[in-house]
Nanobody
């Protein structure tokens, strides 16, 4: 399984970016999906997470307090993709953003393995 993140770049404070991540390879089911970030000189931390949901309930989401109301995670199961819409960006959002997925590769009794993308750099200028 490979994860490929894209969409990073340079943006002014107050601007917007949309990150995308695509999973490919042997995939039976994508479980929880997430975005993490690692600012310069700091540790990687969770930004947003979305679970798989059910037949009648879309995936539940969870966000770091610092991004609530500005960043939105979503997923497209048909395309094996998930997204991070980032609005009202701040200089403190500058970081390398990594996508993360818990993937069941072999079937319904595969409880999942964690995978990471290589990261995409987001730079927010003041």
């Amino acid at each position: 399984v490979q994860l490929q993140a894209s969409g990073g770049g340079l943006v002014q404070a107050g601007g917007s970016l949309r990150l995308s991540c695509k999973a490919s390879g042997s995939i039976f089911r994508l479980n929880a999906l997430g975005w993490y970030r690692q600012p310069p000189g700091k540790e990687r931390a969770l930004v947003a997470r979305i679970d798989s949901g059910t037949m009648i309930r879309p995936g539940s989401t969870d966000y770091a307090d610092s991004v609530k109301g500005r960043l939105t995670i979503s997923r497209d199961n048909a395309k094996n993709m998930w997204y991070l819409q980032m609005n009202r960006l701040k200089p403190e959002d500058t970081a390398v953003y990594y996508c993360n997925a818990d993937v069941s590769a072999s079937g319904p009794y595969d409880y999942g393995t964690d995978y990471w993308g290589k990261g995409t750099l987001v730079t927010v200028s003041s």
